[in-house]
Nanobody
Framework: QVHLVESGGGSVEAGGSLRLSCEAS????????IGWFRQVPGKEREGVAS????????YYADSVKGRFTISQDNSKNTVYLQMNSLKPEDTGMYFC???????????????????WGQGTQVTVSS
């Protein structure tokens, strides 16, 4: 059983930055795909970015390319999502998710991920 814990959400003004963290524990595999998703009420979860911990390859949704960066710190079993130049449309609940093995697919889709964190809220005001 993989346990994921997100942190780092909050409220910022447009143009600001936040860094989300996803700490993973309990994984029996050394390599897996970690994804960040976001969701607003009434809409499906949208894949934002993903990272394959085995090789470091990363993928981003077009809406966040050039503004968000996903990275990992293996010593802390943590994956980060650095979010810069935030826009009001980035507002939502952000979830960390994982599936074992890998690598990641170019587009992060909710059905592909097995394990989910509890989410952290990001609010960007205009």
């Amino acid at each position: 059983q993989v346990h994921l814990v997100e942190s780092g959400g909050g409220s910022v003004e447009a143009g600001g930055s936040l860094r989300l963290s996803c700490e993973a524990s309990g994984s029996p595999h050394s390599s897996h795909c970690i994804g960040w998703f976001r969701q607003v009420p009434g809409k499906e979860r949208e894949g934002v970015a993903s990272l394959y911990t085995g090789g470091g390859s990363t993928y981003y949704a077009d809406s966040v390319k050039g503004r968000f960066t996903i990275s990992q710190d293996n010593s802390k079993n943590t994956v980060y999502l650095q979010m810069n130049s935030l826009k009001p449309e980035d507002t939502g609940m952000y979830f960390c998710a994982a599936f074992l093995g890998g690598p990641c697919f170019p587009i992060a889709r909710e059905p592909d991920f097995t394990y989910w964190g509890q989410g952290t809220q990001v609010t960007v005001s205009s």
